[in-house]
């Protein structure tokens, strides 16, 4: 079974629109932690955000939040008011445990901003 | 400025050749890892390494050799015996700052063959 599932393969998204993009994770372990990345054409990972599984609040790093629903095991990423330069590939990723140095990692999602 | 620094950008390999892929980091960060993109792909671990003198196997570590001599360094060779190695390697470090363990990335290496 796929531990990290990213649903969208791709998305449209008009410029200065939100966008969410999905990610669902499946782990037994009670202590985990979710990122998110952005990969641009250029193929450098950036990494956007990070929520850990004992984290009460969302993450949130300037217009980038994690919606996270721990029941629904949802750790979804919301780009406030988008711009051109937002498109790219963003990848999903979970560290399962506490001290694990592996990531797993999802399909990811294409996004393009229509200007 | 800190950062990962991946050589070279292009690489190009002919048949039956070893090529060895650099990578050094000045984040003073203890793991580093290596991973293979293909296109339109997640990403998929060969190796990491924790500490200097230490690493492991990932996913897809046949055909691919490391050496972590110094905390700064981790290059990938990829051998003769690695069939299908176009790809993007990503190389990565991380340290366990406040138990998040973010990884941080290179700007790669397009390996093509011959």
């Known amino acids: 079974a796929q531990k990290i599932t990213q649903t969208q393969p791709g998305m449209f998204v008009q410029e200065k629109e939100a966008v969410t993009l999905d990610c669902t994770y499946d782990?037994?372990?009670?202590?985990?932690?979710l990122f998110w990345y952005k990969q641009p054409s250029s193929g450098e990972m950036i990494f956007l955000i990070y929520q850990g599984s004992y984290d009460e609040q969302n993450a949130t790093e300037g217009r980038y939040s994690l919606n996270f629903q721990k029941a629904r095991k949802s750790a979804n990423l919301v780009i406030s008011a988008s711009q051109l330069g937002d498109s790219a590939m963003y990848f999903c990723a979970m560290r399962e445990g506490p001290s694990n140095y592996q990531l797993i990692w999802g399909a990811g999602t294409k996004l393009i901003i229509k200007p | 400025d800190g950062g990962i620094t991946q050589s070279p950008k292009y690489l190009f390999r002919k048949e039956g050749q070893n090529v060895t892929l650099s990578c050094e980091q000045n984040?003073?960060?203890?793991?580093m890892y290596w991973y293979r993109q293909d296109p339109g792909q997640g990403l998929r671990l060969i190796y990491y390494s924790q500490i200097v003198n230490d690493f492991q196997k990932g996913d897809i570590a046949e055909g691919y050799s490391v050496s972590r001599e110094k905390k700064e360094s981790f290059p990938l060779t990829v051998t003769s015996a690695q069939k299908n190695p176009t790809a993007f390697y990503l190389c990565?470090?991380?340290?366990?700052?406040?138990?998040?363990?973010?990884?941080?990335f290179g700007a790669g290496t397009r390996l093509s063959v011959l």
């Open positions: 984040l003073n960060h203890d793991a």
């Open positions: 782990t037994s372990d009670q202590s985990y932690g």
């Open positions: 990565a470090s991380s340290t366990f700052l406040a138990g998040k363990n973010i990884q941080y």
